[in-house]
């Protein structure tokens, strides 16, 4: 695979949460994003997906840990130089209503942008008649605005809006959680065409496993702020390690009501963030914790096939050498190690 | 199984700023005791609209309804006066919401807040109401009951709360449950439990179910039978096997192809083109016919009428039935 564009690593996000209590919505996130591919990231609400994401795109200020955007550290970049990298880097959100001024029509809202970013009236019309194109929409539509137009409509807007800057990199947050499946198929496919045709490198945020699933080429779940497992489509789903990933995979709803009913469910609910359970933090709800080892000390996270990590101690004993996974020089380190110190 | 609801020919406008919407245009369905019924369709397509008619939950300054709701083969709700609709509801039929975070008044206590039906509905002692809604938290899987009784809503977790508000509508043993998306603010994890919780209940309870979702996952997961609706109507409606082995109406064909599957990785999905036609004005001809890829002249101008096939299985459309598995439209 080629070099990643994007890489996570140990990065810390705590909120306050008054009482000298804090949530811990990112715990050591250690990932790379390489060029030309869609990394999914799933998990449950309150898993600490979007902040990730909020975090890449500097939105927010991080704890601890670095992210690296195209061999820089984002946030020691100047004014100047985080410009081009806003840039390089553009994003997608979840409701396409509230993602453009319900005031301005379309065609100011993509010109801004355009001009935003130095290109000229000319230039801007030329590209934006040709994004146009690609997401088939005609060009009556710019002297519209958001209200007059479907959900549909907007989210492909915002994607063209997206694609304006020319980014290297999209970072799509539940684009298709708040459309119907009739339109969510057409949104899917403007993201395949965006892969096939451009290279397009993606990171696609959702909860939804068939979604991510259909799309994406590697995956990483995630649960309560850390990473348990992260491979290839096919890792995750045709060679499934972790136990949450077996459960989150045995709960989405059948397609056809003639599917075998998958046996592992997954009982209770999210521990609250705020109080964090001890070991590793699946083990309250998983059914094959081990007492005594599970509810002690976290298990790392470890590379269980090559590119295919988990974080859980049943499903790493192939795995006889004790040596911590390195990737792309540097090491996964043992979570549990840091916290203690704290 | 006895026909617990029966809707003949409703529609419900609603008065809005734009003028006349027809919501629901023309609707029959047959809900029976003891069955699961799905109403599947996307956003707008008035699923919700007759769901929450059958108990009259609109604005009544602001909705005209038609037709009749007839309930355990008499009594037609749409006509009923306010003192016999308050012994129905959350008597003999009650509804589960979407959001389980606005069904509870946050002020009060959850068990406060179920006990109420029983004391509304039955003549029974306080103590007794409390006795049998710790009971009830605790089938639904709310652990200990009696603990959780005096919990406030803010003091649980989305999921928790749906589970207590499953609680909180079967209290009294309704013969019709409507649930109207019960699961879309629920994780997929929790999305399971609840599902299962509601088969389970069902089966014990033998009460009817009528679910409402835009989710075929749902549909699949716990219905019996299934009525998929676009634009006011419904365009098909059967058992749930036939209607995802064998659909019969362009629309639901496109709707079951549009849904990603597992195993199916990077390939297109169909897409339907176009969007849902506005409601504030009479439809000519079939109201999918401007999105459907098998339209004909005659679909644009004549009504399609109800075609019945074996097993109650009935679609709205001028095809013939096998003609969407040949890949052609005849006739």
């Known amino acids: 695979m080629s070099e990643p564009f994007i890489r996570v690593e140990h990065v810390k996000k705590y909120f306050d949460a008054g009482n000298k209590k804090c949530v811990k919505a990112l715990d050591d996130v250690s990932l790379e994003v390489y060029r030309g591919e869609i990394l999914g990231i799933v998990g449950e609400s309150g898993c600490g997906k979007s902040t990730l994401g909020r975090c890449i795109m500097r939105l927010t200020e991080i704890t601890d840990g670095k992210i690296i955007m195209d061999g820089k550290d984002i946030f020691s970049l100047s004014k100047k130089e985080m410009k081009e990298m806003r840039r390089k880097s553009q994003m997608v959100f979840q409701n396409p209503y509230s993602s453009f001024n319900p005031k301005h029509t379309i065609g100011r809202s993509l010109t801004d942008v355009a001009k935003l970013f130095g290109m000229t009236n000319a230039e801007a019309k030329e590209d934006i008649s040709n994004l146009l194109g690609l997401i088939s929409l005609d060009e009556s539509v710019l002297s519209r605005r958001p209200g007059e137009l479907s959900g549909g409509q907007l989210q492909r807007l915002a ?54 699933e259909h799309i994406c080429d590697r995956i990483v779940v995630m649960y309560l702020g850390a990473i348990m497992e992260m491979g290839s489509v096919d890792d995750i789903f045709s060679d499934t390690r972790h136990p949450y990933t077996k459960a989150l995979i045995a709960s989405k709803p059948r397609s056809s009501p003639d599917e075998p009913v998958p046996e592992v469910e997954l ?36 590379e269980v096939s090559p590119g295919h990590f988990c974080a859980c101690y049943l499903r790493q004993k192939e795995k006889t050498s004790e040596s911590l996974p390195v990737q792309n020089g540097f090491e996964v380190k043992d979570i549990r190690k840091k916290e203690t110190t704290l | 199984m006895s026909e617990l609801v029966q809707i003949n020919h409703l529609k419900v406008d609603l008065m809005s700023i734009s003028g006349l919407i027809h919501a629901v245009r023309d609707i029959n369905l047959t809900i029976s005791s003891d069955e699961i019924h799905g109403i599947v369709g996307e956003s707008g397509c008035g699923k919700s609209m007759t769901a929450k008619s059958i108990l009259r939950l609109h604005d009544e300054s602001k909705v005209e309804y038609s037709g009749e709701i007839l309930y355990d083969g008499g009594r037609d709700i749409l006509k009923m006066n306010k003192k016999d609709l308050l012994k129905i509801r959350g008597n003999d039929i009650s509804m589960i919401f979407q959001d389980p975070m606005t069904t509870f008044n946050p002020l009060l206590r959850i068990g406060d807040q179920i006990s109420e039906a029983l004391l509304i509905h039955q003549k029974i002692s306080k103590a007794e109401a409390k006795e049998r809604s710790v009971e009830m938290l605790e089938k639904v899987g709310i652990l200990p009951g009696a603990a959780r009784y005096s919990m406030y809503p803010f003091e649980m977790s989305g999921g928790q709360l749906q589970r207590a508000s499953i609680a909180m509508s079967l209290i009294c043993s309704p013969r019709l449950l409507i649930a109207d998306e019960p699961t879309t603010a629920l994780d997929v994890t929790m999305q399971a439990q609840i599902l299962k919780l509601m088969k389970q209940l069902q089966r014990e309870m033998h009460s009817a179910v009528l679910i409402i979702t835009h989710n075929f996952g749902v549909i699949a997961e716990i219905c019996d039978k299934v009525s998929v609706m676009y634009a006011g109507q419904i365009i098909e409606s059967g058992d749930v096997r036939k209607i995802f082995s064998a659909p019969c109406h362009p629309y639901t064909k496109d709707l079951i192809d549009s849904i990603p599957r597992s195993g199916e990785r990077a390939t297109k999905l169909t897409s339907i083109p176009g969007a849902p036609p506005k409601l504030n004005h009479t439809i000519n001809g079939c109201a999918y016919a401007p999105r459907c890829k098998y339209a004909a002249e005659k679909c644009c101008c004549e009504a399609p009428e109800f075609r019945t096939l074996d097993g109650g299985h009935r679609y709205l459309c001028h095809l013939a039935h096998d003609s969407l598995t040949k890949g052609g439209a005849t006739e």
Do not use: W, Y
Request: net charge negative; proline share 9%; aromatic share 6%.
């Open chain 1, 159 to 212: 994607i063209a809006r997206a694609l304006i800057t020319k980014p290297v990199f999209i970072l799509a947050d539940e684009p298709v959680s708040a459309l119907d499946v009739s339109v969510q198929a057409q949104i899917l496919n403007l993201i395949f065409d965006l892969k096939q045709q451009f290279d397009q490198t993606m990171m696609f945020i959702s909860h939804d496993l068939p979604v991510v």
């Open chain 1, 267 to 302: 009982k209770g609910d999210l521990p609250n963030a705020m109080e964090m359970p001890e070991g590793c933090r699946f083990h309250t709800r998983c059914p094959h914790c081990i007492p005594g080892k599970c509810d002690a000390a976290a298990p790392l996270l470890k």
